[in-house]
């Protein structure tokens, strides 16, 4: 506790408000007696995080194996609760198609994964996809694996919504305020925002890609990546609606391809994966797409998908933390009084409010059974070690 009248005291501080900070501070306000604190940059909702972009994929049937799949179903069961609490729609039950070449080995690990934990699935062989789901150029040797539980989630919304039934239950948070460092003592953790000075016995570390600013010590384990999304207009736009339409994965020639389906009553999200080089910190963002990247990446749409206009209706760029071998870092760091979630590596939307309650957990009794072993700090160094 601080004596200084001008330091605020909490039990909890969450650092960035984004993806997982919003679901840590959901899962802490359901715990009476704990004082909460949000601490955001940006203002509620924003566009500068790794969760912009209107749309984002839930798949049960994880194709980056097994280990992930408890979690993702805990996930599901935590975003239906929030749509249950919040009255809003979240999680989009359209389904999750995924449309490759027999074979493929992203289709081989997610059929793995299906029968590892029985999930719902159908399984489409080529003239089944070609009936069902006309939107896609199917190729005979291609397959389409259907997630039922599958869907498509509502970023902004999901975000907002965590952050507002936690402050309905008591938690505050901070916005525009940026925390420039922590400093741990034997007592808890000072924490210097731009706007005074905060006490708390833990702190929740969920800054996304600006991790390594108030963490520099994790600076070997991640760096940063750029995506790229892309919006394309189809000339039918009725078969591209949420009722025909999963979210879907397209692996077609060894160029990967992701998308939603039509939101805006207009437009369809198509993405095929534009590459980019890693970089250091969110301000290195390339600050376009080349029109050379974006006439490949319409060739690319069109290919797949033969009733979209080549030509974007709409893109932007984003960035998301990553670890060398795309496994997020999950854990407490120092004397254990700072527990931090990053590197989610292009992946971490759909796992966010189990992964909310994991720290939830590890910042109010130090353990969690949601934890797996591969997301700690010593697993990832022992893998790097073992790569090198
Ligand atoms: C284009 C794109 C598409 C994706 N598609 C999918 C998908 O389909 N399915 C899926 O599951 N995942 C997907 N992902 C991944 C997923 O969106 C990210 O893994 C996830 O959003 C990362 O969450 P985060 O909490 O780590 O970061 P963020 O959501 O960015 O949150 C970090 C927050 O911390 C704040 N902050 C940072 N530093 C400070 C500071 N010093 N002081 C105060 N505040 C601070 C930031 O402003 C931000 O609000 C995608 C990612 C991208 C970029």
Redesign the pocket.
């Known amino acids: 506790m601080s004596s200084d009248s001008t330091v605020t005291d909490v039990d909890v501080a969450v650092?960035?408000?984004?993806?997982?900070?919003s679901m840590a501070l959901w899962r802490l306000s359901r715990r009476p007696g704990l004082r909460v604190l949000g601490?955001?940059?940006?203002g509620p909702a924003?566009t500068?995080?790794?969760?912009s972009?209107e749309?984002?994929?839930?798949r049960a049937a994880a194709k980056e194996g097994q280990l992930y799949i408890p979690a993702l179903l805990e996930a599901r069961r935590l975003w239906q609760e929030l749509e249950a609490e919040s009255g809003r729609s979240i999680l989009l039950p359209v389904g999750a198609l995924s449309v490759g070449p027999a074979g493929h080995q992203d289709l081989e690990s997610t059929l793995r994964s299906i029968r590892a934990y029985d999930l719902p699935h159908r399984l489409l062989d080529a003239d089944g996809l070609r009936a069902e789901f006309p939107q896609f150029a199917v190729r005979a040797e291609d397959i389409g694996i259907l997630d039922e539980l599958g869907g498509g989630?509502r970023?902004e919304v999901a975000?907002m919504t965590a952050t507002e039934q936690a402050v309905a239950a008591g938690a505050e948070v901070r916005y525009h305020?940026?925390?420039?460092s922590l400093a741990e003592d034997a007592d808890g953790v000072t924490v210097t925002?731009s706007a005074g000075t905060v006490r708390a016995a833990r702190v929740v570390v969920?800054?996304?890609?600006?991790?390594t600013?108030?963490l520099p010590e994790l600076h070997s384990l991640l760096h940063v990546e750029a995506?790229?999304?892309t919006w394309f207009m189809p000339r039918h736009i009725d078969r591209f609606t949420p009722d025909r339409l999963p979210v879907f994965m397209r692996d077609l020639d060894g160029v990967h391809a992701?998308g939603a389906p039509s939101l805006d009553g207009y437009s369809i999200k198509m993405c095929p994966k534009i590459d980019w080089d890693p970089i250091d910190h969110p301000s290195q963002l390339p600050a376009r797409i080349t029109p050379e990247q974006l006439a490949w990446a319409g060739e690319q749409a069109q290919r797949m998908m033969p009733d979209l206009v080549p030509d974007p209706v709409r893109w932007s760029i984003?960035?998301?933390?990553v670890t060398p071998d795309h496994v997020p870092v999950i854990d407490r760091v120092g004397t254990g009084r700072i527990v931090v979630?990053?590197g989610?590596?292009?992946?971490?939307?759909?796992?966010?409010p189990a992964y909310g309650a994991v720290l939830a957990d590890l910042a109010t009794e130090g353990a969690s059974p949601w934890q797996h072993p591969m997301f700690t700090l010593a697993g990832h160094l022992d893998r790097a070690g073992a790569a090198v």
């Open positions: 650092i960035g408000v984004g993806t997982m900070g601490i955001e940059q940006y924003h500068h995080g790794s969760f972009g749309s984002r994929l839930y989630l970023p975000v305020t940026e925390v420039l925002t969920t800054a996304g890609s600006w991790t600013r108030v995506y790229a999304l992701f984003h960035h998301d933390s979630a990053a989610m590596s292009g992946n971490g939307f759909k796992f966010a």
